[in-house]
């Protein structure tokens, strides 16, 4: 049940402007492609290294990483099975903070990424001494980050949160008696305020690739195909939220598509997610959820750029030269890795 409450904005604070890159996935024949897997596969072995992936990467990718015995997951599984598998090198395949959060997990490992690259715009819009001069701003607030943030910025929270628990946490941290300051992503923070009722001050951040899902063109969309089922994820703007059948994190979405007696489903969120919904439910109808309006040059554009840096190239490179290895100072992780530890165990009750 929703909570109608009014939402309190940090207006006050001043974030940087985040430009995405123009990054397209890089496209090989059918003959490279072969060969590369086959070399990530050797190397892999030869370095004792697992490939974890996330649900936004190429298909190929997806498709290596569980051919191999590694994982295709959101980014709570990621973590998870990082830290509970015995690989020495854990090769992630998504963006930088998801990297970060295998390498505090596991100090004593290896970790490489794809690309160095590979940003998130929501950790780019929430730098780590404005966070922290925000944090000293209210002392009296529990921290409460998701996952979609810098080391830094965990480190200084009080608990770590992905979209899958989000809820069930601040209805917890509610229970308590806590008011709360989150960041960074305003629109999963006020999904999280409205259905919790939790009193929360929300660092107004944005992703990319949700933020421009419209809701006057979903509308038209879903009288286009009116027996389709609506999914969206969290981070979607309020007035897209509202039109949804589902709300929630990938996993989540995964799962409607599988579970629900619907033929069609309109999906609002990353365009990656689609490889494996359509491996999960090969006998449903798909379509993305528009992302803007009348001169666009796309019906939709919602595929995140920066996980688009991911391809079999630099996978096989980083392997092979030890590119793009994630280091974190040592204090900062042990800082961060108790945030962390803390939704992890608080997931594992659930």
Not at 5 to 22: K, N
Not at 57 to 64: F, K, M, N, R
Not at 122 to 151: G, M
Not at 311 to 333: F, M, S, T
């Amino acid at each position: 049940m929703s909570i109608t409450m009014s939402t309190r904005w940090a207006h006050d604070l001043q974030i940087p402007g985040i430009v995405a890159p123009m990054v397209e996935e890089e496209v090989l024949s059918t003959e490279e492609t072969g060969r590369l897997k086959q070399e990530i596969r050797q190397l892999l072995r030869e370095h004792n290294a697992v490939l974890i992936a996330h649900y936004y990467t190429a298909g190929d990718i997806q498709d290596l990483a569980e051919e191999t015995g590694g994982c295709v997951s959101d980014s709570l599984e990621m973590a998870r099975f990082g830290h509970q598998h015995s690989a020495q090198t854990l090769v992630v395949a998504g963006v930088r903070f998801m990297g970060e959060t295998a390498k505090i997990l596991n100090p004593e490992k290896r970790v490489l990424m794809p690309s160095s690259d590979a940003e998130c715009s929501l950790d780019l819009a929430c730098p780590a001494q404005a966070f922290t001069d925000f944090c000293d701003a209210y002392p009296d607030r529990e921290v409460v980050v998701y996952s979609n943030t810098s080391a830094a910025v965990k480190a200084r929270a009080d608990w770590v949160v992905t979209s899958g628990i989000a809820v069930r946490l601040v209805q917890h941290l509610r229970a308590q008696g806590k008011k709360l300051l989150w960041a960074p992503d305003r629109h999963l923070g006020h999904y999280v305020q409205q259905t919790s009722g939790a009193d929360m001050l929300i660092w107004p951040g944005s992703c990319v690739v949700h933020e421009t899902f419209r809701a006057q063109a979903l509308v038209q969309m879903k009288l286009a195909y009116p027996g389709a089922a609506v999914l969206v994820h969290p981070e979607s703007p309020a007035a897209v939220i509202e039109l949804a059948d589902v709300v929630g994190s990938t996993t989540q979405l995964l799962r409607a598509v599988q579970q629900l007696p619907n033929s069609q489903f309109i999906i609002a969120t990353d365009n990656g997610i689609f490889h494996k919904m359509r491996q999960m439910a090969p006998d449903k109808q798909l379509f993305e959820a528009p992302t803007a309006g009348v001169g666009a040059t796309c019906r939709s554009c919602a595929h995140c750029p920066w996980m688009a840096m991911n391809g079999l190239r630099n996978l096989a490179q980083a392997l092979r030269e030890g590119d793009h290895e994630i280091k974190i100072d040592a204090e900062i992780g042990l800082r961060a890795r108790h945030s962390i530890q803390r939704m992890l165990d608080f997931a594992a009750t659930l």
